[in-house]
């Protein structure tokens, strides 16, 4: 009986078992170049309400340094933004006192009270702004007036 | 005449071309699953911020999209804000931890067509609400 030489043997194991694996890895490479393709990567805005019906409780809850209020309105195609009773039409100012605001007392809870027809990406900025200034309570009020406003319904 | 004897080429298995139809087929799927599903659902132009944070796999979730025109789609269905929320109440009662109710709006979509949802599922007990953006 001839018994193939070791070279022949190796050449033998490379042309059998190298071929499948290279396609193997290229099947995949594609499948996953494929798979990426077109698959944008999106953030999260949490919001972690506080269970319950969204009814102010009888029993008014003390709060030492109040809240701020802020009423997002819509005036001539433009989102006008209202910190405390003050106006604000641009987004660098509502930037710096919410910023200012922040830095003084972060803990603060902060109410938005948005109008029907504002825009998701002006509300969405206001909490980004309100985010970016460590406010650690931001709540979305269910009415026009301050007393309808949801309990605890914040970040 | 020299007849040729049996055992002269041995008969070998080859996977290769059945590995190849198996990674083309799966490719195949991979691609039309993907563009059948953006015919399906409505483009959004989700709002732009620099706050927000990665995403986080949750064991129940809800993806309710809200057009620009204030249309709500579910799974590529289109919804009414009844049945949404409804849908949202069902996965958070079936979950002990809670469901997670995420919205995909617009950035043109007015908060009309956003708070109504808000409303039903804090109702229904619906804690964790989440808004996809984009990174800005």
């Known amino acids: ?155 | 005449m020299k007849l040729p004897t049996a055992h002269r080429t041995p008969l070998e298995m080859n996977l290769t071309p059945l590995i190849d139809v198996v990674f083309l087929l799966n490719i195949f799927f991979l691609v039309a699953a993907y563009y059948i599903r953006h015919e399906q659902v409505d483009p959004v132009q989700l709002p732009l911020a620099q706050e927000g944070v990665e995403d986080v796999e949750s064991s129940a979730r809800v993806v309710v999209t809200v057009t620009a025109n204030g249309i709500l789609t579910l799974g590529s269905n289109v919804v009414s804000v009844d049945e949404a929320v409804q849908r949202v109440a069902e996965v958070h009662a079936e979950h002990p931890d809670g469901a997670e109710f995420r919205l995909r709006c617009d950035q043109l979509t007015e908060y009309s067509a956003v708070e109504p949802l808000l409303l039903g599922a804090v109702e229904h007990g619906v804690t964790k609400v989440r808004f996809s953006v984009l990174p800005k």
């Not at chain 1, 604000?88 to 919410?98: D, K, R, S, T």
């Not at chain 1, 603060?108 to 980004?128: E, F, G, S, T, Y």
Request: charge should be negative; proline fraction near 7%; hydrophobic fraction near 45%.
């Open chain 1, 1 to 155: 009986m001839k018994i193939p030489s070791v070279s022949r043997r190796r050449a033998v194991f490379d042309q059998s078992v190298m071929t499948p694996l290279i396609d193997v890895v290229f099947q995949l490479l594609i499948f996953f170049m494929c798979a990426s393709v077109g698959h944008i990567r999106e953030w999260l805005m949490p919001f972690d309400f506080g269970a319950g019906t969204g009814i102010q409780s009888a029993m008014p809850v003390e709060k030492p340094l109040g809240d701020v209020w802020i009423r997002l309105s819509r005036r001539n195609d433009q989102t006008l933004v209202n910190i405390a009773g003050t106006d604000y039409p641009e987004w660098a100012a509502v930037a710096a006192v919410l910023q200012a605001l922040g830095e003084t007392a972060a803990e603060i809870p902060v109410i938005l009270d948005i109008a029907p027809n504002v825009p998701m990406q002006d509300v969405i900025r206001v909490d980004d702004l309100c985010r970016r200034a460590k406010f650690e309570s931001v709540s979305f009020a269910a009415g026009e007036s301050p007393q309808s406003a949801t309990d605890p319904a914040g970040q």
